[in-house]
């Protein structure tokens, strides 16, 4: 009997941190979206705009993830940051 290993099972690698990707809930041409957008351009960081008002259910999937349909909504690591005020304190955190 062959045994699988934790990768083989499904189960992520030790040795990989787990960090979700940054996303940002916005919408392009907003000035709170792009102020949050220039924040983020500065820091250097990849991360993917995503337009809730681009699909029919675009704001319910915000809220779900986020518990607010008002962008912008930066998420990092499962946090989100909401508004420009809360965008700018992770940045003064960092």
């Given amino acids: ?3 699988l290993s934790s990768e083989e099972k499904g189960y ?4 990989l941190a787990l960090i979700m990707p940054v996303k940002l ?3 392009r041409g907003e000035p ?3 102020q949050v957008v ?3 351009e500065q820091a250097e960081m990849d991360y993917e705009l995503i337009e809730p008002d681009e ?3 675009g704001y319910e ?3 779900a993830v986020t518990g607010t349909k008002r962008p912008p909504v930066l998420t990092v690591n499962g946090r989100a940051y909401r508004g420009l005020e809360g965008v700018q304190q992770f940045f003064a955190s960092r």
């Fill in 1 to 3: 009997m062959s045994r």
């Fill in 12 to 15: 992520p690698s030790k040795t």
């Fill in 25 to 27: 809930f916005g919408v």
């Fill in 32 to 34: 709170t979206t792009e």
């Fill in 38 to 40: 220039n924040l983020i």
């Fill in 55 to 57: 699909t029919m259910f």
């Fill in 61 to 63: 999937v915000m809220r």
